[in-house]
């Protein structure tokens, strides 16, 4: 139940915190998943090298190149992974993609290989800022 809650209260924060979104920047959703897809939601922890400390749902980011790390839970229902026991955490390599102003970014791990060391953050979706507004109001 408390799952659920929490959905609902981050599928609210989305087009609040794209409305209130600078235009001549990048927005970079994290929280959105797709289990069924083997797309977990992401944490990031690091830009470019630094350590930065970012909330969970989601951040701006200026355009252009851009590498980043994070953290995620990952649902294996849908999607075995082999079990390695000997490890208990993978390393995935960063993300490194072009962030363009006035889009909205969707990462998350995709973990759709069994293979954990194929695992890859990767952006899942990418809409403009105009389209989740109209989405948001209804239209």
Same mark, same amino acid.
């Given at each position: 139940?408390?799952?659920?809650?929490?959905?609902?209260?981050?599928?609210?924060?989305?087009?609040?915190?794209?409305?209130?979104?600078?235009?001549?920047?990048?927005?970079?959703?994290?929280?959105?998943?797709?289990?069924?897809?083997?797309?977990?939601?992401?944490? @990031?922890?690091?830009?470019?090298? #630094?350590?930065?400390?970012? /909330?969970? =749902?989601?951040?701006?980011? *200026?355009? %252009?190149?851009?590498?980043?790390?994070?953290?995620?839970?990952?649902?294996?229902?849908?999607?075995?992974? @082999?079990?390695?026991?000997?490890? #208990?955490?993978?390393?995935? /390599?960063? =993300?490194?993609?072009?962030? *363009?102003? %006035?889009?909205?970014?969707?990462?998350?791990?995709?973990?759709?290989?069994?293979?954990?060391?194929?695992w890859q953050l990767?952006?899942?979706?990418?809409?403009?800022?105009?389209?989740?507004?109209?989405?948001?109001?209804?239209?």
């Open positions: 139940m408390k799952n659920w809650v929490f959905a609902l209260i981050a599928l609210a924060a989305l087009p609040a915190m794209v409305l209130a979104a600078d235009p001549n920047k990048a927005q970079v959703v994290t929280f959105k998943s797709d289990p069924t897809n083997c797309l977990a939601s992401i944490e @990031i922890k690091q830009i470019d090298g #630094k350590l930065k400390q970012l /909330p969970s =749902l989601g951040f701006e980011i *200026e355009p %252009g190149w851009h590498s980043m790390h994070g953290m995620a839970t990952v649902n294996l229902n849908h999607c075995p992974a @082999i079990e390695d026991r000997s490890r #208990k955490q993978v390393h995935v /390599p960063p =993300l490194e993609w072009l962030f *363009e102003a %006035g889009k909205v970014y969707y990462v998350g791990l995709d973990h759709s290989s069994p293979e954990r060391q194929n990767v952006v899942w979706k990418i809409e403009s800022m105009d389209e989740v507004e109209e989405a948001a109001a209804g239209g």
